[in-house]
């Protein structure tokens, strides 16, 4: 079956750090793969999905993912951080069933950007 | 501009009632979704829709039901035979025509049991 696994629960930072939030996923074959943002009381916000075409994905934000299909991985990186960017991250890719495709999302990484 | 509305954002209730979460959408997307998520984990699924008079149950469907009366609405109601139902509740919905799997969200609602 197809799973996602973000490898860290929590993510602490400095501001202006560099930081990296990991996620695999289990699939044979061709995928979309999305990352999600969730701020504190609200819905999942897109931040950059990759369908096809450049394996390097830019975002909203600052953020940017590089799928790889060797390694099943399409981590999510930002090269300074700010306050602001404390929130829920969700990674999710899509499975088919039953003829149409449904989105199966990790567990989250929490990242927390420290003054 | 488009988007998804759900309401009330805050509900309280108590034991032994029915509660019902609003859902609305004027994307004309074809599918609609209900997750509930608790605090350090992830989306679950509840429910979901395909198409207008149609759903089907997701992982944790016991102890609520919905309804798809019209396009733009998916309501989805918490019965007193959900065990623990305070959590917070995520509507969706997708473009079946691009079959991305992409998933367009509301902000939630939270519902408390008192």
């Known amino acids: 079956a197809q799973s996602v696994t973000q490898l860290d629960s929590q993510v602490p930072v400095f501001e202006e750090a560099p930081v990296e939030l990991r996620c695999n996923y289990s699939s044979s074959v061709s995928v979309y793969l999305f990352w999600y943002v969730q701020y504190p009381n609200q819905g999942l916000q897109l931040l950059l999905k990759?369908?096809?075409?450049?394996?390097l994905v830019k975002g909203i934000n600052g953020f940017e993912a590089e799928f790889n299909k060797s390694q099943t991985s399409f981590h999510l990186r930002k090269p300074s951080v700010h306050i602001s960017d404390t929130a829920e991250y969700f990674c999710?890719?899509?499975?088919?069933?039953?003829?149409?495709?449904?989105?199966?999302f990790g567990a989250g990484t929490r990242l927390a950007v420290h003054p | 501009d488009g988007g998804i509305t759900q309401s009330p954002k805050y509900l309280f209730r108590k034991e032994g009632q029915n509660v019902t979460l609003s859902c609305e959408q004027n994307?004309?997307?074809?599918?609609m979704y209900w997750y509930r998520q608790d605090p350090g984990q992830g989306l679950r699924l509840i429910y979901y829709s395909q198409i207008v008079n149609d759903f089907q149950k997701g992982d944790i469907a016991e102890g609520y039901s919905v309804s798809r009366e019209k396009k733009e609405s998916f309501p989805l109601t918490v019965t007193s035979a959900q065990k623990n139902p305070t959590a917070f509740y995520l509507c969706?919905?997708?473009?079946?025509?691009?079959?991305?799997?992409?998933?367009?969200f509301g902000e939630g609602s939270r519902l408390t049991v008192l």
């Open positions: 990759y369908l096809s075409g450049s394996t």
């Open positions: 969706a919905s997708r473009n079946t025509g691009l079959n991305t799997g992409e998933l367009f």
């Open positions: 999710a890719v899509t499975v088919n069933s039953g003829g149409y495709n449904k989105l199966i």
């Open positions: 994307l004309n997307h074809d599918a």
